[in-house]
Nanobody
Framework: QVHLVESGGGLVQAGGSLRLSCAASRGTFSFNNFDWYRQAPGKQRELVASLNSTGSTFYADSVKGRFSISRDRAKNTGNLQMNSLKSDDSAVYYC?????????WGQGTQVTVSS
């Protein structure tokens, strides 16, 4: 079993930046394919960004040009750099991946952007 743990959330003013990280409980787990999702109160969970094993990325239209997904092989983490944050970006952010074919999620980290 692998557990994902997100960190880096917090309160930031509009226009500011945050960097989220996702770490795995098992050192043998690698972030070859992973996603970042978010869920705001009263809204469905939505896909924000994806990174696959070939390096291809996907970004939701709402974050294109502002967010950047990456992995750090040395630290074995998956990351989400968020710049030019807006109040609409306020949500709980979740890291998602798969381990042995089973979908795994982190517990989420809260991002609050004040206007």
């Amino acid at each position: 079993q692998v557990h994902l743990v997100e960190s880096g959330g917090g309160l930031v003013q509009a226009g500011g930046s945050l960097r989220l990280s996702c770490a795995a409980s098992r050192g043998t787990f690698s972030f070859n394919n992973f996603d970042w999702y978010r869920q705001a109160p009263g809204k469905q969970r939505e896909l924000v960004a994806s990174l696959n094993s070939t390096g291809s990325t996907f970004y939701a239209d709402s974050v294109k040009g502002r967010f950047s997904i990456s992995r750090d092989r040395a630290k074995n983490t998956g990351n989400l750099q968020m710049n030019s944050l807006k109040s609409d970006d306020s949500a709980v952010y979740y890291c998602r991946s798969k381990f042995l074919g089973t979908e795994i999620w982190g517990q989420g980290t809260q991002v609050t952007v004040s206007s």
